[in-house]
């Protein structure tokens, strides 16, 4: 039988247990809440980095391909004979991302386009009362592209229309066709079955939905069927072009079915303004911290058996699980900052290569334009000097020759940096003489050569044997260095070629006494579009795309190439090539 005085005991003992119980499960519980709160904050923050990403490289992307058909659209030569055939064949294999290309004459019909098969030629705008767009770009001379429509092939693609004008005049436009497939090819988000991307456009309309489950064109608020101001804020958030995180409930008939967090990131191209977000359940924050919970429920567990048998240790066991928690989260949270780390280098990396392509559209479009303005000069001239002596008429064409085959380099630069980016490179192998195939180098580098007043110097073994390389190919890649110390040496320098024949390889180094490359430029000197002096007022021509082309070709047959400089003395070049095949 228990005494008064020990009932009371008991009671007072289970009251300070049941208290201590309390206390534990009410800490556990606020604890669950703020590990939570930080683990979701960082969850948003990392979505909203991935998200960013994928939206500026949707935009850059579309973004270039505009500019390339603004670059030929904004010749002042006019329109050529073949209406801009091999141009927007160009185009289109550089783009690499166009459905079609097409031409429209100023009277509104399709004389030209690539690839052909898809081309509709004869097909008037005006008659077939398709000419909104096309009146639009005459009337305002601004690129218009218009929202994603239905293709003959049954899915959709937005058309670009760029204006061309000859001065003042206008000489019709072009049309671009890029196709959402396309795009959903190059950019898909990978996520999990939970989390998915949608797209809106400015007024809140579907354009793409992951999930499959939706379908395009509809109002998105509509769609889900929420009266969740969280959700219409962030609606109203994307149509407005700005970016962040939210976080909204799912609602099936007035019932909460769960909550879901979205990040945003606006996409801005030209006239049209999407909105890309990915959304995903809160309960994905729940998985990441399950062990967590899991930590916390089993420390709950034995603290409250320890309360029961053994009081006087609940302090101890307390100060334990604290600690064990602090370090879970601090863990959580360093792995969370180094993950938003390595994105905020991977944006960074992304921005210097934008850069690094504005500078080179920049130089390509005034290396292009400067010999159109050559040859336009020497073709006036002539045109208005019929009396002109021969020998001046001669000059003057050398002119225009001279420049075709300068802007004929250019587009093969152009075309060779594509082909080496997507392994289409294709070498043609046979046996090749090394000292002619540098004497032959030489001869038709004969006239800058001299002009320059450099003395080359070649050191070629008397035993060395032919090697197996595409002779072309090595052509170009002695063209490139040799140019190269020509431009970035003073008149009557020298440039020295020595041949060494190995077992494997052959080994060959170009070296001159110009100015030299300082330590910071050699390290990005074989990047593409990487020029040492990138600005208007450069003393040097070329687009920066010689030496990643040497480079291609070089390590495209198995060999390596490297340099070395010294700052004010010159630049040594050393490449390797296999001898057998």
Request: glycine content about 6%; some cysteine.
């Amino acid at each position: 039988m228990w005494n008064q005085r020990s009932r009371w005991n008991l009671i007072l003992f289970a009251v300070i247990v049941l208290l201590l119980i309390s206390s534990i499960v009410f800490l556990w519980m606020k604890t669950n809440i703020e590990v939570r709160s930080v683990v979701e904050e960082q969850y948003q923050n990392q979505q909203l980095l991935l998200t960013r990403q994928i939206s500026d490289n949707i935009e850059r992307s579309l973004n270039e391909k505009v500019v390339l058909l603004e670059v030929i659209a904004k010749k002042d030569t006019g329109v050529p004979p073949d209406n801009f055939s091999s141009d927007l064949k160009s185009v289109y294999d550089v783009a690499g991302m166009f459905y079609v290309v097409e031409y429209v004459a100023e009277d509104g019909t399709i004389v030209s386009g690539y690839p052909q098969e898809y081309v509709p030629y004869g097909f008037n705008l005006y008659e077939n009362k398709q000419h909104r767009a096309f009146e639009r770009v005459k009337e305002t001379g601004d690129v218009y592209i218009t929202d994603p429509l239905r293709l003959m092939e049954g899915n959709y693609g937005s058309f670009i229309w760029v204006p061309v004008y000859e001065g003042d005049d206008f000489k019709g436009a072009f049309i671009a066709i890029i196709s959402e497939s396309d795009l959903k090819s190059r950019y898909v988000v990978e996520s999990n079955s939970s989390s998915y991307a949608y797209l809106l456009d400015e007024r809140g309309r579907l354009l793409y939905d992951e999930s499959g489950e939706y379908e395009r064109g509809i109002n998105y608020a509509e769609l889900m069927n929420s009266s969740s101001s969280g959700l219409l804020d962030i609606i109203a958030a994307q149509i407005n072009g700005t970016e962040g995180n939210g976080k909204y409930l799912l609602l099936d008939n007035g019932s909460i079915v769960e909550e879901r967090l979205v990040s945003y990131s606006p996409i801005n191209w030209y006239n049209q303004q999407w909105s890309l977000a990915i959304t995903s359940p809160s309960s994905e924050v729940d998985r990441l911290i399950v062990s967590v919970y899991l930590k916390l429920f089993i420390v709950a567990v034995v603290s409250v058996l320890f309360i029961v048998f053994v009081s006087s240790f609940i302090v101890v066991i307390l100060f334990n699980w604290s600690k064990s928690l602090e370090k879970e989260v601090d863990e959580k949270t360093q792995e969370l900052k180094e993950s938003n780390s390595s994105l905020r280098e991977a944006n960074r990396k992304l921005k210097e290569l934008d850069r690094l392509k504005t500078e080179f559209l920049s130089i390509v479009s005034h290396e292009l334009k400067t010999p159109l303005t050559a040859m336009r000069t020497s073709s006036e001239f002539l045109r208005e000097n019929d009396a002109c002596d021969t020998t001046l008429r001669r000059q003057m064409l050398d002119i225009v020759i001279r420049n075709i085959d300068r802007q004929s380099r250019m587009v093969d630069d152009l075309l060779d940096i594509s082909r080496i980016e997507s392994n289409r490179m294709r070498f043609h192998r046979e046996a090749v003489d090394i000292e002619d195939t540098i004497k032959f180098t030489l001869g038709l580098l004969d006239a800058s050569l001299k002009e320059a007043g450099m003395k080359v110097h070649v050191n070629v073994p008397e035993d060395m044997k032919p090697i197996y390389t595409d002779k072309d190919k090595l052509v170009q890649v002695f063209v490139n260095l040799l140019n190269n110390a020509v431009k970035f040496s003073k008149k009557n320098g020298a440039i020295s070629i020595v041949v060494e024949n190995g077992e494997e390889f052959v080994k060959v180094s170009v070296s001159d006494n110009g100015i030299g490359i300082g330590p910071e430029e050699l390290k990005k000197i074989f990047d593409k579009f990487y020029q040492i002096d990138s600005t208007s007022t450069r003393k040097v021509g070329g687009s920066g795309l010689g030496l990643s082309i040497v480079k291609g070709i070089i390590e495209g047959q198995g060999g390596t190439i490297t340099v070395s400089s010294e700052y004010g003395r010159g630049s040594t070049f050393v490449f390797t090539l296999k001898k057998d095949r």
